[in-house]
């Protein structure tokens, strides 16, 4: 059975820093998402990656992918405040569904 | 285009009483899924359709839920008989098998 283990689940952050959310995997899977919730709403779709080393930058957040070490790392650079939010990793296998992680919460402090 | 639309986007209700949520999917996306979030807590899987296999309902919490998907378009989730811990935010969402798109939500509160 597909497990997604988040680490950390909290973290509170200065501005101007950077860090690294990690997001691990049990088995062999094909897709991996980044998604990000704002407090009371729903969640919206920020990285997808399909293929092994692939990485993606939008803004301060980049997001890679190592399938080999079943591994995914969503980085913040010179972190602002408007990052602050939950965020989730979720991984898929074929037409099985997707497997969501447990969420990080996210706090930027000016 | 349209998104996942999901209704009524606020429901409360009685304890005891039945209650439908209703998803209407992205059009021609095949996989449709149900999660339960609880205030400040992570995504709870419900039940997934994907085209024309069969759900996989292993997320249930009990036989008080029920969903069902009719023309592989729009979901329906049921709960029967509510309880005051089926108060959560109900999401659902549509995949063409690459990512999934959410929908707003229904908050549920059985009072």
């Known amino acids: 059975e597909l497990k997604v283990e988040q680490n950390p689940l909290f973290l509170s952050m200065q501005e101007g820093k950077n860090y690294t959310i990690y997001c691990n995997y049990s088995?062999?899977?094909?897709?991996l998402y980044w998604y990000r919730q704002d407090p009371g709403k729903s969640l919206e779709s920020l990285f997808v990656?399909?293929?092994?080393?692939a990485v993606k930058q939008e803004g301060r957040l980049m997001a890679s992918l190592d399938t080999k070490a079943r591994l995914s790392t969503l980085h913040i650079t010179a972190a602002v405040h408007d990052l602050s939010a939950t965020y989730f990793c979720?991984?898929?296998?074929?037409?099985?569904?997707?497997?969501f992680g447990q969420g990080t919460r996210l706090t930027i402090n000016p | 285009g349209a998104g996942v639309s999901q209704s009524p986007s606020n429901k409360v209700t009685e304890k005891g009483k039945d209650v439908e949520l209703r998803c209407d999917p992205i059009?021609?996306?095949?996989?449709l899924y149900w999660y339960r979030q609880s205030l400040g807590q992570g995504l709870e899987f419900l039940i997934y359709?994907?085209?024309?296999?069969?759900?996989?309902k292993s997320g249930l919490p009990s036989d008080r839920f029920s969903a069902e998907r009719t023309g592989g378009s729009v979901s329906t989730l049921t709960i029967q008989r509510t309880q005051q811990e089926d108060s959560a935010v109900y999401l659902c969402?549509?995949?063409?098998?690459?990512?999934?798109?959410f929908g707003q939500g229904t908050r549920l509160t059985v009072v």
């Open positions: 969402a549509s995949s063409p098998l690459t990512e999934a798109f």
């Open positions: 088995t062999t899977s094909d897709r």
């Open positions: 990656l399909l293929s092994n080393g």
């Open positions: 979720a991984v898929g296998q074929g037409a099985q569904k997707l497997v």
């Open positions: 059009s021609g996306h095949t996989a």
């Open positions: 359709f994907q085209g024309n296999s069969a759900p996989d």
